[in-house]
Structures are given as C-alpha cells and as structure tokens.
C-alpha cells in the first residue's frame, strides 16, 4: 500500500483530535475511494459523447446567458 501525506488547517486538525477513536486514514481512504468510483460513473456517462470540450463549455455558457436573463 501506498503512502500519502495530506496537509489540513489547524482548526480541522484540533477537531480531528479530539476523536481520537476515529480511524482518520480509513475516513480519507473511503473518500478517495468513493470520488473514483463518482468518476468512473462520469467517465462511462460521456464515454459515447461526440461533445468536445469545447462544444460543453460553450453549452455551458449559453446556458449560464440564458440563466441570467431569465432571472434579471
């Protein structure tokens, strides 16, 4: 297994503590674990998409316009 040295702010480090009963490695592996598989599931949405990236952020820009008129 792999080692990885994270850093976090102090106030989270003091929180994470004061649960010393909490296994912080396996919280962190859990998380890394659950956004690959999150990714995973994106990568299979968009594997048969045609649209570039540059087709998406365009998409999006429409969208955020029309977004805006909507709501002014």
Request: aromatic fraction near 4%; proline fraction near 3%; charged fraction near 35%.
């Amino acid at each position: 297994m792999t080692n990885v040295t994270l850093a976090v702010p102090k106030e989270l480090h003091a929180e994470m503590r004061r649960h010393p009963e909490i296994r912080w490695s396996e919280v962190a592996r859990m998380a890394f674990q659950n956004e690959v598989d999150r990714l995973h599931v994106l990568d299979r949405l968009f594997e048969a998409s045609r649209l570039t990236e540059r087709d998406a952020a365009d998409l999006g820009k429409s969208i955020r316009r029309a977004a805006a008129r909507r709501h002014r």
